[in-house]
Every structure is written in C-alpha cells, then in structure tokens.
C-alpha cells in the first residue's frame, strides 16, 4: 500500500513563503538603497577626487609663496629661506586628506535635527597620495614618511637664537627603520608630535634632505622643567611666576622664526639660553656618527612636523595595469604635468562601484613679477601637483548604512511576526477549531458564540459550521424519533401481551373498588355511608380517567406521533416556575431544596414536553424524600449539550430497580397500591428521546439522582 504524502501545516507553509517574499523583498529594497547610496558616494568622490590637487595647493600656500594673492612680510620672509619651497611641499602633503561623510537633515538655518534621525551614519577617509614635479618631470616631493621642521645652525644655536633661518626634512625610510621607533610611537598617538620641543641633529645635508647620524630629543616636559629651574624664585611678582608656571613655548610649525607665535607672553628665556645654562635633559636617540665619510653638520629643530603614508595595497588600473600601490600608480602619470595651468583629468579602475580612482593635477606659476595688465603671457608652471584618491564606493555606502540594514530588518521581521499572529489568531485558528469541532461530532464551538472571526472567510466558515450543526441536530432528533418508532414497531407485539396484562392489573384494582362501593349503594347502605361511597367512586373513577390520559399520551409517544415544537426558553426560569407549584408539597414534608443554576441557560425544545418531564422528575422526588430530607436540583453546560439533574435523599435503588425504573407501570416500592400510575418516568423519557437526549438514574451517596441531557 502506498504511504499517504504528509502535507505541510497551513501555516509553516504559509509563513515560509511570506517569510521568503518578505525576505526578497528587503534584499531588493536595501540593494536599491545601497545602489543609491553608492552612486552619491561616487558623485562626491568624484568632485572630491578631481578638486584634492587644488585643494592641496591651498593648503600648501603656495598661491601667497609666489604672489598668487596678496603677501605679507611673513612671506616675504620665507621666500628667502633655503629650502622654503620643499617645506611648503611637505607640509602640504602632511596635512592633506580628503574624505566623506553620509548626508544629514541638518539644514542652516532651520531647527536643530537629533542625530537619531540622522539613518545614515559615519564617516570614511580615502586613501591619497600626492607628489610634485618639476617642469621637467622629475619628481621633487610626493607621499612618504618623513619629518619636515625649521631649523638653526650650531653657531646661531649657541649665540642664543631658537629662531629658524632655513628649513630642512629627514626621510624617515622604512617602518622597521629602528632610528624613528619612537617618534613613529609618538606620532601614532593622535597624528601629532605634541610632546616633542626641539631635536638636535648631527649629520649632512643633501639639498634641503638632511641625513642624521646622531639625534637627541628634548620633550615638552623637559623644556618646561628647565624653564621652571631657570626661572626667579621667592618673586612676589604675580607675572614672573605666571612666565615661569604657564611658558609659551616656541613654536615653529608654521613661521620658524618667532619664539611664542600665535599670541601670549614670551617664556622667560628661550630653549637656546636654557641649553647654554645647561639646563635641559636631552634623550639620546641614536648615535652613528662615527660612520660618516663626509663634513657633518650640527642642528637644531624645534617643533617639527611629521608624516606618515599608509598604503592600502596593490591598486589595478583600467584593469590591465597593476602597481604596488596608489603612490606608484601616481608616479606614472608624469606626462599630464604639462596639460594646462589648472588642468584636471580623471581614470577609474577597471571596477568603478567598487574600486575608484580619481586623479587631477594642479599648476605652481611663480606670479611674484607677473604683471597680469601688462598683457605678458601667463608664467610657465614652476611646478605641477599630482594628486590620486583610491576608495571604494560601495564599501562605504555600507558602511553609511550600517545601520540601516539591522534596522530595517528588524522592522521587517517585526512586520513579519505581527502578520504571522494575525493570520494565526484570525484564520488558522477558526479553521483549527471548525476542524476539531466536525471531529468531535459537530460540538458547540463557544468561542465562535462569544467572539465571532473578524475576517469574512472564517466569519462564513463559522456561520456555516453552526447552520449545519442545527441541521444535523434536526436531523439527529428526526433520525432519534424514526428509531424510536421503528424499535417500537418493532417491540409492539411483544410488549403488546405485557401492556395487556399490565393496563388489565393496574385497572382492575379501581374497578374492583368502584364495582364493590355500586353494589353497596345498590343495596341500600345507610344514608350517612352514601356520601363516602360515592366519593371513593368518583376518586377512583379520577383515577382511572388520568390513568387512560397518560397511557394514550404514552401510546403516542411510543408511536412516534408527537410533533415536537421548538421553542427558544430560559430552562432556569421553567425549572422554578414548576417548583412554584409543588412548594406546598414539598412545605407539608418540610423539605429543603436547593438550587444550583447558572445565570443565564436557554435551550432550543418544545417547553411544555419539557415542562412535563421536570414536573414528573420532581414529582418523583418530593414523593420519596422522608419528612426533612433534602433536594438538590442542577443545571450545568456540557460540551454534548445541557444537563438537567435531581438529586434527593432516599434509600438507595436496587441494580434492577436502576434498570426498570423507566419501564411502563414499574414502581420501586413494594406495594402495587401506593398511590401514581407509574407511567410517569417511562413518559419522561421518551420526551427526552424524542429531543435526541437521553435519561439516566444512579444512586448517590445520599440517595438517588435521576438526569436527563438534551
């Protein structure tokens, strides 16, 4: 026999492909975002990297070294210093960068805008290099690790002068050069030599390069311990003590000539003077002196700058081209040098989204003597600026979009969760219970009475479920009734004979009666006896006429012709009203009843049938209770339907007694005589079969409890 295909759960299968869409969804959707993004970054690295020459140039002065703009006798200064245009290069390619930030909301001058608004985030820096040829070609400057710094001889060193006369730079080499170690240490900290005052170098000069064999180095910390030593003590002067405590320190960075520029009180002595007092604590950096083969020379930096290229790797250009890195990429492109005063030109790798370069160039003319209205030609460029800048565009759109993504996708899974639970509160789970309830015999779903589906396909589901539960009880009760006719046709001939012999006993104890108080009257009792006779006749003669009442209603019933009503009524407020009319009953043997009702019970039968079988129920009970005794009457909820029961407190009932007690003219107690008909129960029941219900009786542990469910 072939196995049956397990098919999937509605909604794992459901919510996997939801789950699936919702997923390609968001891939597309943050792939479009990305690719948006990444076509802004490009846009911007793009002007960045084409204006990066220009840029470079203006942060390396040039335009005021060379009369571009206007000057100062700062610049006039300098122009005449050794090495000035080397350093204005150095320092140029030093504190040259260019990067990229993410876009923000915030718009001047419009209200402040948090930065939690702000969904991209984050910045990213692009690797750069330049490099600076002459009008040859040959290469003067470009990126690199070295030191730049003014500087004075020992002579002027010694005469007591810190302020530089000429500039100079060291090329520091190598990384695993040992010499730097520990400025490439310092400088790591924040991109600065801040703690370093002054070095004092031995070695020799190759144009403005110098080559150190010797180096010592003066700390911040050391100049301002000597300061301090070399300072007046026990003063009363509030700004000796301040020069002494809080010194301007020379700083050459930027002039190389002035000690204390940028503003503020000059330091009591200059480092020169503390040096000569032989106050201030050198560190010893290295010391190859003694293999110089050339004439040395001694100087003194104060304040230097430094740089430091960091190449990303190997870099392909057009695809075809590989190079070590940018820098060596850059270097061959020397033949643009020549394009034009201002000239700009760009290339891409082979890759644009993912590896970009840009490059431009930009023109140095010495405009010192031009004369622009003289109508001379405009100077021939001194030098040309070249500069490229590498990053990867869509590398840093994801990165701007970091968050983003986590964001999204967690909004999206939120989403998804929320659709999950509705679907399963709202559609699953109406058809789960509709299944269960068909394979549980088309039970009555509370939930559905109490709450009906918000949707409109498990709303008719359940409208559905309960039009057809109603039809199938009709047709339960009318299939209970048709078997209930048939099994007495059925057993009709055989309990013909026993009917028979029964009606003829129970009938021949009233006519016995009646038959003997007639022939008293016939004779002629005496007068104060014909009253009593004639009152047992007519009590006897009641008797017979009710007993022939209920065997033709039991007659009908047996046979199936009672047509039932259905009427919508409230089984509580029944079950008191038939109590009402037994109470004086129930007070003459003194009994106590109690009830054990819902609030609120309506069933769907014909409420005088009903009326009937708890009127018989109750009957019954207050019948066998002793004086005293206690009745408890019930009505509960059951899944199959309602349940009715009455409990009261008597002698327990046989096992046959149990099983006769719904039989035609069966009475439990031994006497034949007490008063009823016995077809009270028997009545009962098949009222109850007729609704599609059934009878039971059982013994407690008090007494005997006799129930019907319909």
């Known amino acids: ?90 320092e140029a390619i030093a504190q040259s960068s260019a990067g990229i930030s993410a876009p923000s909301y915030d718009f001047y001058p419009e209200p402040y805008f948090p930065d939690w608004l702000n969904i991209l985030q984050g910045s990213d820096a692009c690797e750069t290099a330049v490099l ?225 370069v840009v490059f431009s160039s930009w023109g140095i003319r010495d405009f010192s003597e031009y004369d622009a209205a003289s109508g001379d030609p405009v100077p021939e460029r001194e030098y040309t600026i070249l500069t490229a800048l590498r990053a990867s565009p869509l590398k840093i759109a ?65 409208s559905h479920y309960a039009d057809t539960q109603d039809a199938l009880r009709t047709g339960k009760n009318e299939i209970a009734r048709l078997s209930t006719a048939l099994e007495y046709a059925e057993t009709a001939e055989q309990n013909r004979r026993q009917m028979t012999s029964s009606i003829a006993h129970e009938l021949k104890t009233p006519l016995a009666i009646i038959h003997s108080y007639a022939e008293g009257l016939k004779e002629h009792i005496a007068e104060d006896k014909r009253d009593k006779y004639i009152n047992v006749i007519l009590s006897e003669t009641e008797r017979l006429d009710s007993m022939v009442l209920e065997m033709l209603d039991l007659s009908r019933l047996e046979a199936g012709k009672v047509k039932l009503s259905r009427d919508v009524f409230s089984l509580i407020a029944l079950t008191r009203t038939i109590f009402e009319k037994l109470e004086m009953a129930a007070r003459a043997k003194d009994l106590q009843i109690e009830f054990r009702f819902p609030e609120d019970f309506t069933i769907t039968a014909d409420e005088s049938r009903i009326a009937q079988v708890i009127e018989n129920f109750a009957t019954n009970a207050i019948k066998y209770t002793p004086a005293g005794g206690h009745i408890v009457v019930k009505i509960e909820r059951r899944r199959d339907g309602a349940l009715f029961s009455i409990e009261n407190e008597s002698t327990p009932l046989s096992a046959e007694a149990l099983r006769k007690v719904w039989d035609t003219f069966y009475r439990a107690d031994a006497s034949r005589s007490s008063s009823g008909t016995g077809l009270g129960l028997a009545i009962a029941k098949n009222i109850i079969v007729l609704h599609g219900g059934r009878c039971a009786a059982r013994n407690t542990k008090s007494g005997v409890e006799f129930s019907f469910t319909i």
Not at 29 to 54: N, R, S
Not at 64 to 87: K, N, T
């Open 132 to 356: 600076f040829m002459d009008r040859d070609g040959n290469i003067i400057r470009e990126s690199g690790d070295f030191l730049y710094f003014g500087y004075v001889t020992e002579a002027e060193w010694d005469a007591g002068s810190d302020v530089g006369t000429a500039y100079g730079w060291i090329d520091l080499g190598a990384e695993d050069d040992s010499r730097y170690g520990g400025l490439r240490a310092m400088y790591a900290e924040d991109k600065s030599l801040w703690d370093l005052s002054a070095l004092r170098l031995t070695g020799y000069f190759e144009g403005s390069r110098f080559e150190p064999l010797a180096m010592d180095i003066l700390t911040q910390g050391a100049y301002y311990d000597a300061l301090e030593s070399a300072s007046p003590q026990g003063s009363d002067s509030d700004s000796t003590e301040e020069n002494a405590v809080a010194p301007q320190t020379p700083d050459l960075s930027d002039s190389a000539t002035t000690s204390g520029s940028g503003g503020g009180e000059s330091p009591a002595y200059t480092i020169s003077e503390l040096d000569a007092m032989g106050l201030l604590a050198w560190e010893a950096g290295f010391d190859h002196t003694a293999s110089a083969g050339r004439e040395l020379a001694t100087i003194y930096a104060t304040h230097p700058g430094m740089a430091l290229y960091e190449p990303k790797g190997m870099v392909s250009y057009k695809g075809v081209e590989q190079h070590e890195n940018l820098l060596a990429l850059l270097g061959t492109m020397g033949a643009y040098s020549n394009s034009g005063r201002n000239s700009v030109y760009s290339g891409a790798s082979k890759f644009d989204l993912w590896d970009l």
């Open 1 to 90: 026999m072939k196995k049956e295909k397990r098919r999937p759960q509605a909604l794992p299968a459901l919510m996997v492909r939801f789950g699936a869409l919702l997923l390609a969804l968001w891939l597309m959707c943050m792939a479009l975002i990305t690719l948006g993004v990444t076509q802004y970054v490009f846009g911007e690295l793009t002007t960045t990297g084409l204006d990066f020459a220009e840029y470079v140039y203006m942060v390396g002065r040039f335009g005021y070294l060379y009369g571009e703009y206007p000057s100062d006798a700062w610049i006039e200064q300098r122009r005449q210093m050794p090495g000035v245009v080397e350093y204005f290069m150095n």
């Open 398 to 462: 994801m990165h701007f979009l970091k968050n983003v993504y986590p964001a999204t996708f967690a909004l999206a899974a939120f989403g998804f969760l929320l659709v999950r639970r509705s679907a399963k509160k709202h559609l699953i789970a109406p058809v789960q219970a509709v299944n269960q309830g068909i394979a549980e015999g088309w039970v009555h779903l509370l939930q559905f009475r109490e709450k009906p589906p918000k949707w409109e396909e498990p709303y008719a589901l359940a």
